[in-house]
């Protein structure tokens, strides 16, 4: 784990240090490695008989847990919209 982070430190290091130079392929390489390291995850996932076997039980829990994910980004986003509204509404009534 420390490996993965000194990694991601040492990139931004190296970032904050390169930020003068334009490079032009790097979001080409982030793209390419992501589609690299989706197929090498599918291919671990597919190897474990374990995963295989209890995918459909896997499946069931990624749903409720993107429903549950969505539902609450909503009711969110539907207070915020109402604490914004009603901030205006009394403003608006300050400004007369």
Do not use: C, Q
């Amino acid at each position: 784990m420390f490996i993965v982070i000194a990694m991601m430190f040492s990139g931004i290091a190296f970032g904050y240090l390169m930020r003068r130079y334009r490079f032009t392929h790097i979001s080409k390489a982030t793209i390419f490695f992501i589609w690299v390291l989706l197929f090498v995850l599918g291919v671990e996932v597919g190897g474990n008989p374990n995963i295989i076997r209890s995918l459909h039980t896997l499946g069931v829990e990624a749903i409720f847990i993107a429903g549950m994910s969505i539902l609450g980004s909503a009711i969110a986003a539907m207070l915020l919209w109402k604490s914004v509204k009603k901030h205006e509404e009394k403003e608006r009534k300050n400004e007369r």
